[in-house]
């Protein structure tokens, strides 16, 4: 297994990248990385870790597309640029997966105009993994595209159904649409559209979702549209992350509150690590004909880690098949 | 002071409502309560409770405006519900503030065609206090309205600088507008198009803000449209409530955490208490010429009580008085 990764996405490329890769690589054996990037920066961070040099390979490139960048215009003329020859290696077969931080909208174009959307499906979204109560659930689109017709919140549903099988073995995973209430007349003119179509549809569709549903586990797939759950995402990161600094004050507040985190501080810390975002990055790009994984473009070298082993497992799976079948048979 | 009541509004009512006020003037003096609702219902509530009875008048009504009907219609046509009749009570001056766990739709067209909005004022908002790292946020929209035009959010930003300095005294609140980045091109147009007239305008604007940033105090002011900002209020509940029930699981896993947990229980209860939506709900309706305060429709009793004591400190407060004089200097 090959592993392409893109080597110059995101804030804190290339360090964060190939530290986080390498890490990956001193952990799991079984799969090589071919860094795309710069290869002058790239060496630069390799000679100071230590590994084994004949899992690496680098492609040079000589562009980024940035943040700032139209991606239409930039996937179509930065073609020297280590996201786009990233997807043209996938396309080419080079590698079983892409990796990258870089920008979202580049990697809509990139992953739609390169490696292609499967038959019936107008746009590919982010399918992210959450922690429940009891185990986790998934969240579409969480932050691939802005604007959502009624029904591609239908599809965003189908291909986080099929995520959420391959992943979990769930079958009819249930499906919630988020919206601000729970009534029939509630909410916004698409999301009730998108409500009549779900209720026709052959999903194992439960109706709507409010925010303080999600960890509720009522259901198992979560639709919204990428503004919403991209921001949805991220307040979950924040609000778990000011929780945990709360509750660390709490800890050392007293002697007394001192002595009873000696006794806690393990059993703590394994629920912060379900919480962790850097444990639980990256997103793959439902919908496309290749396995690309997106991780947000202020990925550090743990958060790299810790997706590079999700490409793994989920390269090494029938996923990509999975969503493939469902999709045919439309 | 008087506190009108629409007791018929939201899920547990009229049980929630009253208790809910009975309790809160058993706790605090200085006010007496009107109940507006069916009188046979609400004497069968206040039947079991001790309170002093000569806080207390009920104006009796026979209608109910329903989150399943058309607010406008509702508004206009159900003359004698609790929700118009105490519109009108206060309008009248017959209370200093009015409380309502009723529909949102109907709360927004009685506060806006009944009470009527202050000048300048395109639409009305919620606007939500909640929690942070060294002291206290504001939300706005936080549910009223669906759509939101790019100078609404300029409004509603407005509004909330005027809440957060009445609230908490801050001289020249910092706002920032939710988006799913924090670089100029990203996010939908509308977005765009208010980052640049709240570059323009007089408030003390600081950008973009992710759902990542809202806990980090970066700004006073977190402005978005009702939908989103719908979502992040209940989904800050919803994860803070997720987050508590696992830790309560790893306070009880074992004997050695049950004796860390006798250490820190009643600091992890104050903790919790600054978190629980019951402890902080209500949300005043900015905007409007009067007091009114929309509390969620699920609330219970406990909500309601402190949805009561909330009421009187703002009845008693000039906050009303400084946010008309911060718009008609406009």
Not at 157 to 165: C, I, N, Q, T, V
């Amino acid at each position: 297994m090959n592993i392409l990764v893109d080597a110059m996405g995101g804030d804190n490329a290339p360090y964060a990248i190939v530290k986080g890769c390498v890490d990956a690589m001193n952990e799991r054996d079984g799969f090589s990385v071919t860094f795309i990037g710069d290869e002058e920066q790239i060496r630069e961070v390799l000679s100071k870790e230590k590994y084994d040099s004949g899992r690496v390979t680098i492609k040079h490139t000589t562009q980024i597309v940035m943040n700032e960048d139209v991606p239409t215009k930039a996937v179509r003329e930065k073609k020297d640029s280590s996201m786009v020859v990233g997807f043209r290696m996938l396309k080419a077969g080079e590698g079983d997966v892409f990796v990258s931080a870089g920008s979202s909208g580049g990697l809509l174009v990139g992953a739609t105009t390169i490696v292609k959307r499967l038959k019936n499906i107008d746009r590919p979204c982010l399918g992210s993994v959450l922690p429940t109560k009891n185990g986790r659930m998934i969240l579409v689109d969480s932050g691939l595209n802005i604007s959502c017709p009624p029904e591609r919140y239908v599809n965003y549903a189908r291909l986080g159904s099929a995520y959420m099988k391959a992943l979990f073995g769930t079958e009819k995973p249930t499906v919630g649409l988020v919206n601000v209430g729970s009534e029939e007349e509630k909410g916004p003119d698409a999301i009730k559209e998108a409500n009549a179509l779900f209720k026709e549809s052959s999903l194992n569709y439960i109706g709507y979702l409010e925010g303080k549903d999600v960890f509720e586990c009522k259901a198992d797939v979560i639709v919204t549209d990428g503004f919403t759950g991209n921001v949805m995402l991220k307040l979950i990161e924040g609000t778990a992350k000011f929780m945990f600094s709360e509750i660390k004050n709490v800890l050392y507040t007293n002697l007394k509150t001192k002595i009873g985190a000696l006794f806690l501080k393990k059993d703590l810390y394994r629920f912060k690590d379900k919480m962790d975002p850097d444990l639980n990055g990256g997103a793959p790009i439902l919908g496309v004909n290749g396995l690309v994984i997106k991780t947000h473009g202020s990925s550090n070298a743990k958060t790299v880690k810790h997706v590079i082993i999700k490409a793994c497992d989920l390269a090494s799976s029938s996923f990509l098949e999975d969503i493939r079948l469902n999709f045919e048979q439309l």
